[in-house]
């Protein structure tokens, strides 16, 4: 937009007169006898219908523009024709510009008709406006109709963009898109337009563009910083094996566990909503699986680095490490890929339920329990459980937290995270207990040395005593039953809810063959229901004592249904996912290894333990938010980064002078 300057220009009124009392005047236009009504203007005088405008031929007689004619004579012109010789005319309205006016495009305006082609927005002093093809276009109907579009969300790119060359066509990504696309390969396409009630409306429009641009950085921000430092925490637990500092090592395979967990019950949660809107869910338990046993698997091999740690023999000690280099790194290499694969599984699902569900709090609760893990700087002790209110029953006395009282129908969908910020529920500090390796319990056991905080939780059914690794069922923080097994002792009925759509019965009660084999059985991926554990009570009888000091005493309890219960009895049971006693049995195979690891000798005590309070960064594996900032605006994308996208325009007001 240009400012001009005007030159002055005059207004003259014209004034009729009364009859002419001269018999020798003539009109200056026509020539002929002047009689009745006359006009005096420009030195001369005129018939009231002969003095017309030099352009449009109007009559001008109540107000005229004198300008210099050919032959140097004036001649009136009316005022739009006057205005439009001085390039002063709307292009709005096509009237006069007297007063202030705006330049753009080439064209002036009335301030007050300087709005969109489009729509009706007015563009004030400090509004911003886009420029196509002469011209003028809000943000709205610019992004939709003529701005290029990212190829990953679908959105509009007014800012930096990174071009790509695939297959001979050019490809316009928003950086933020295309580094998601790069590390998850997913595209975030933008809402479907269906869904746009207000698609005229340009508010809305700008609105909805805004939450997408925010969005993708919330995506992009939170799961890199998840990803990287779960890759950190790796990292520091190799470091600390290879220094011999094993204590540190277990307590970075927790924090780990912590990222697996998290993540897990985020799935959990989409599943969940994809249940409730009768879709089919996600495909993940394959590569859950494989997380759980190459993570697994890991910490075998660091026992047994450790092992080789004690040998005397510098040599052997060499030779075993060096062995062992290669399977370390293919089981690294392969936790961050099967990482890698469930974030972007989530994502996608996230994303699904979001465009195709119309549930956009999948996703916000996604970001949010990333964003709350980094928060409490994935330290397992941090409290994440919300209070909940119990329910009362009048079958019960106490009704657990685990839900929904017996009346309820069997097709109740579970919510496993609810009442914390992120995570299980049954797996946090507050039910689950504080980490025994956390500062107090260690402290505990160089006091006491004894072994009581190292005695592990037992991955075993407590009714039949086989391996329980998919869906089953939970009595307090660590006793878990598969769900055939929780049986009323009157009548037989079952916890156990038939599978659906002709699903194989073994796979639905299996027991699972150990995380440890090499070869597992094939484990259904089919959704199915959840234990209909509200209609079962317990009585309990007595604690049952453990045939090992490395297993936690079980109270042995007996089941009923609703319907031959007893005034003992009490509820307690809980469903329990596939996903979370994945969980929970890594955090079992962790304590084994500290265990095992103690009993070696090899866990030392003395070392100064770091607490939350004093450690510095260099501690701390989960980068906080300024960090991300600094690591978005560093990333390489190896690209070419194009700076040239069109910016908006601000208008400049311009005072025209005033007229006589």
Not at 101 to 114: G, L, P, R, W
Not at 275 to 287: F, L, P, Q, T, W
Not at 402 to 429: F, M, N
Request: aromatic letters at 8%; glycine letters at 6%.
């Amino acid at each position: 937009m240009t400012t001009s300057s005007l030159s002055k220009y005059s207004r003259s009124d014209a004034k009729p007169a009364g009859p002419s009392s001269t018999a020798t005047a003539f009109c200056s236009a026509c020539q002929q006898p002047m009689s009745g009504q006359v006009v005096r203007a420009l030195g001369t005088v005129f018939h009231l219908d002969c003095f017309r405008c030099g352009d449009c031929n109007a009559v001008v007689a109540s107000k005229f523009f004198p300008i210099e004619g050919s032959g140097g004579k004036q001649q009136p012109l009316c005022e739009k024709d006057y205005f439009r010789r001085l390039n002063l005319i709307c292009a709005k309205c096509e009237q006069a510009l007297r007063g202030s006016y705006i330049t753009a495009c080439d064209k002036k305006f009335h301030v007050e008709h300087f709005t969109c082609s489009v729509c009706t927005t007015l563009f004030g002093p400090q509004d911003s406006y886009y420029e196509h093809d002469g011209d003028v276009y809000c943000h709205s109907h610019y992004s939709t109709r003529f701005a290029t579009k990212c190829v990953g969300c679908g959105s509009a790119i007014l800012k930096q963009f990174v071009e790509i060359n695939r297959n001979l066509k050019e490809g316009c990504w928003h950086p933020e898109c295309y580094m998601i696309h790069k590390f998850w390969n997913v595209k975030v396409a933008s809402r479907p337009t269906s869904r746009l009630e207000y698609l005229d409306s340009a508010a809305y429009t700008q609105k909805e563009a805004e939450y997408n641009a925010t969005l993708v950085n919330r995506i992009w921000t939170h799961l890199s910083a998840f990803e990287e430092s779960s890759a950190a925490c790796i990292s520091a637990m190799l470091q600390h094996v290879s220094n011999g500092m094993s204590l540190d090592a277990i307590r970075m395979a927790e924090k780990f566990i912590l990222h697996v967990e998290v993540l897990f019950a985020v799935i959990d949660e989409l599943e969940a909503g994809f249940a409730r809107a009768g879709a089919k869910g996600m495909s993940h338990v394959r590569e859950a699986r494989m997380l759980c046993r190459k993570t697994i698997d890991l910490f075998k091999l660091l026992s047994y680095i450790q092992d080789s740690s004690s040998t005397t023999n510098p040599s052997q000690v060499q030779s075993r490490r060096m062995g062992m280099t290669q399977d370390l790194s293919a089981l690294v290499t392969g936790l961050a890929d099967n990482l890698k694969i469930l974030i972007r599984i989530a994502l996608t699902g996230a994303l699904k339920l979001d465009r195709e569900h119309s549930n956009g709090d999948a996703l916000l609760k996604f970001l949010n329990s990333l964003q709350c893990l980094g928060m409490d700087h994935a330290d397992p002790n941090a409290k994440r459980q919300k209070p909940i209110v119990p329910v009362r029953n009048a079958d019960a006395s106490v009704v657990s937290e685990a839900g929904p009282s017996s009346s309820l129908s069997e097709s109740i969908i579970i919510d496993y995270s609810e009442g914390v910020t992120y995570g299980y529920r049954s797996l946090g500090p507050e039910c689950a207990g504080e980490s025994p390796f956390s500062p107090k319990p260690i402290a505990q056991t160089i006091q006491k040395g004894a072994s009581s905080v190292l005695i592990p939780p037992s991955d075993l059914c407590a009714a039949c005593k086989l391996t329980v690794e998919e869906h089953c069922v939970r009595l307090g923080p660590h006793q878990r039953w598969h769900s055939h097994c929780v049986k009323c002792v009157t009548c037989g009925k079952v916890a156990a809810v038939a599978p659906l759509n002709g699903e194989d019965k073994a796979a639905a009660e299996t027991n699972g063959s150990s995380f440890e084999n090499k070869k597992p059985s094939k484990v259904s991926s089919t959704r199915r229901p959840q234990a209909n554990v509200y209609d079962f009570l317990y009585e309990k009888l007595a604690v049952e004592p453990s045939s090992s000091s490395d297993k936690i005493p079980q109270p042995k309890v007996v089941v009923y249904c609703t319907a031959h219960a007893t005034s003992d009895c009490r509820r307690g049971f809980s469903p329990v996912s596939r996903l979370e006693q994945y969980a929970f049995l890594l955090n079992v195979v962790l304590r084994r290894l500290y265990l095992l690891l103690h009993k070696r000798g090899v866990m030392d005590f003395t070392a100064t333990t770091p607490s939350p309070a004093n450690s510095d960064s260099s501690t701390n594996h989960y980068r906080d938010y300024t960090e991300i900032l600094r690591m978005k605006s560093s990333v390489h994308l190896d690209r070419k980064l194009n700076a040239t996208a069109l910016k908006p325009k601000r208008p400049t007001i311009i005072e025209s002078p005033a007229g006589r």
